[in-house]
């Protein structure tokens, strides 16, 4: 049984390790166990540092889809060099004391471990929030109901959101949304050439309520690491959906928040990269989403831990949301121009 896990989903055994390493700093819970052929596989999320829901918090989410493999090796590893850091870094330490860090980095461990995209019923686990797309969506890619033997399957209407997206909104919404400012980062891999970061929408073209923050967070990492390669925009420059788990979330969010902030962003590693300099990888199903080589492998991981740094102390050191009018009108004019063609027909 173990020597079945370890060669079809390593990750989750490397987790499984690595929580045996937590200290009482750290609180672990199984989401849920989902069964499927003879095994039962752990959801895990672990939350380490304050205790106060309402402390800022930074949260990774990893493995939504079962082949981008990436996802979960990026997550694990910050999750990693934490550990090692929580046993003489002070400074962390001190970070922790008054914030959080939660990780979710296997959220579809049956899609891991039978390589799909899917889950064990088939359904896309980004297709199958509650939500419906206000645009005309990509044929097939953009969620459908017409079956699950057809990939983006979004699941039957009746049978509501999969138990790994349900445990995982229960859980955010219960140790995420309270806190006074959060950002979620859902780390994916796609057929591209760049590092894609995105904000919500993806059901809609419009501007989230937040896209000038959004601004603000850009210049932010623009100032600060003035050589990133990560692109930032709505996710709906590239393609609108339905059933967005981010979407979803943000609108819970927005439609109950008092003065909280809740920013969820999604990484999409480009795995174009990987695929010029290795073009046989594209023969296998996970080469086409992770690079295969351990040297690219390990260039991905180290290339992203500066950046999910810069992500806690933006939530612990917030005063980048909060702007004078004066600014906000400049920023706002700004992303309207950048992201949204000029459009100020703008709700918020
Ligand atoms: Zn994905």
Redesign the pocket.
């Known amino acids: 049984m173990r020597k079945v896990l370890e060669s079809r989903i390593p990750e989750l055994v490397e987790l499984e390790g690595l929580i045996e390493k937590l200290g009482p700093e750290a609180r672990v819970n199984v989401l849920a166990e989902i069964p499927y052929e003879d095994h039962v596989f752990p959801i895990h999320s672990i939350e380490i540092g304050s205790e106060d829901p309402t402390s800022p918090c930074f949260t990774m989410v990893g493995g939504?889809?079962g082949l981008?493999r990436i996802g979960s090796m990026v997550v694990i590893s910050t999750l990693r060099t934490v550990i090692e850091l929580l046993s003489w870094d002070q400074t962390l330490k001190d970070r922790l004391a008054h914030s959080r860090l939660i990780f979710v980095p296997i959220l579809n461990p049956v899609g891991m471990f039978r390589r799909s995209r899917s889950n064990g019923n088939n359904v896309d686990l980004?297709r199958n929030a509650p939500v419906f797309s206000e645009e005309a969506t990509r044929f097939l890619y953009g969620g459908h109901r017409l079956s699950p033997k057809i990939p983006f399957y979004r699941g039957a209407l009746a049978d509501g959101m999969e138990v790994e997206n349900q445990v995982l909104f229960d859980f955010l919404k219960e140790r995420v949304l309270p806190a006074k400012v959060s950002i979620c980062l859902d780390v994916?891999?796609?057929f591209g050439a760049d590092d894609r970061l995105w904000f919500p929408y993806a059901r809609t073209k419009k501007p989230f309520p937040y896209f000038v923050e959004a601004y603000a967070f850009r210049e932010l990492l623009n100032k600060t690491y003035p050589n990133h390669a990560y692109a930032v925009e709505p996710q709906s420059i590239q393609y609108t959906t339905h059933g967005d788990f981010w979407d979803y979330l943000f609108d819970v969010h927005f439609e109950n928040k008092t003065d909280q902030f809740f920013f969820p962003l999604t990484l999409e590693l480009g795995s174009w990269k990987w695929i010029r300099k290795n073009p046989k990888q594209i023969l296998g199903a996970l080469g086409v989403f992770n690079p295969i080589l351990p040297h690219r492998q390990a260039r991905v991981l180290r290339d992203q831990k500066t950046f999910m740094d810069f992500l806690h102390r933006a939530v612990l050191s917030s005063d980048w949301i909060k702007m004078n009018d004066e600014q906000r009108n400049i920023w706002r004019f700004e992303a309207l121009n950048l992201w949204f063609n000029g459009s100020h027909n703008v709700a918020c």
Do not use: K
């Open positions: 939504v889809h981008e980004m994916h891999s796609g």
